[in-house]
């Protein structure tokens, strides 16, 4: 069964820290791997993705990286702010073009002031 | 463009009864999904679309229909309302590849 897990499930840290979320999958045969957020109360955003083929993405802060021989990517947030308070879902996708996404149970970041 | 949009944002049901969470995108986007949120079970996919008037099961179907007349509609018909049903219900559509997501209905079954 596919499955993808997140460590750890909340995550605590001071302002202006580096921090690194995890994301393991226990199927290596991937199409790409995405990470969301997600405000409480509001829907996903999406902030990266990355495709099979690809070792990493980065956006401004955000850097995801994808090892499929290992199963697992991380999601590098560099110097924390309180507005990256959120939980951070990651998600693989197995069916290609139809895109059914088989999502971790998230990390909730606290960035304390 | 407006994105993903879901209504109701919040419903309450009686145990039984029947509703239909609606779910339209202006992307013309030809996949559309429907997942469900529980507490510490992360989202689960209920049904997908890959086009207009195709529709398949996704991991928890049982109590749930739908269909998909239009491009830009995907709603959800709950048939007879259950306890377990209780969640926040998201609605989805995509490229190929990202998925972008409505703001979610939350569903409480008394």
């Known amino acids: 069964k596919q499955e993808v897990t997140q460590i750890p499930a909340a995550l605590s840290v001071p302002e202006g820290e580096n921090l690194v979320l995890n994301c393991s999958f226990t199927?290596?045969?991937?199409?790409?791997l995405q990470w969301f957020r997600q405000d409480p109360g509001k829907g996903l955003t999406s902030l990266l993705l990355?495709?099979?083929?690809?070792r990493e993405q980065t956006s401004g802060r955000l850097n995801a990286s994808l090892d499929k021989s290992s199963g697992r990517s991380t999601l590098y947030i560099a110097a924390s702010q309180p507005g990256d308070s959120a939980t951070y879902l990651c998600?693989?996708?197995?069916?290609?073009?139809?895109?059914?996404?088989?999502f971790g149970k998230g990390t909730k970041l606290s960035v304390k002031p | 463009n407006a994105g993903v949009t879901q209504t109701p944002k919040f419903q309450v049901l009686k145990t039984g009864q029947s509703m239909t969470l609606q779910c339209a995108q202006d992307?013309?986007?030809?996949?559309m999904s429907w997942y469900r949120q529980d507490p510490g079970m992360g989202l689960r996919l209920i049904h997908y679309?890959?086009?207009?008037?195709?529709?398949d099961q996704g991991e928890v179907p049982n109590g749930y229909n739908v269909s998909r007349s239009t491009t830009e509609d995907f709603p959800l018909r709950l048939l007879s309302a259950a306890p377990s049903q209780t969640s926040v219900y998201f609605c989805?559509?995509?490229?190929?590849?990202?998925?972008?997501f409505g703001p979610g209905t939350r569903l409480l079954v008394l």
């Open positions: 989805a559509s995509s490229t190929q590849e990202t998925q972008y």
């Open positions: 199927d290596s045969a991937i199409y790409n």
């Open positions: 990355i495709q099979s083929s690809q």
């Open positions: 998600a693989g996708n197995y069916g290609g073009s139809q895109g059914n996404l088989i």
């Open positions: 992307m013309n986007h030809e996949y």
């Open positions: 679309s890959v086009g207009a008037g195709i529709t």
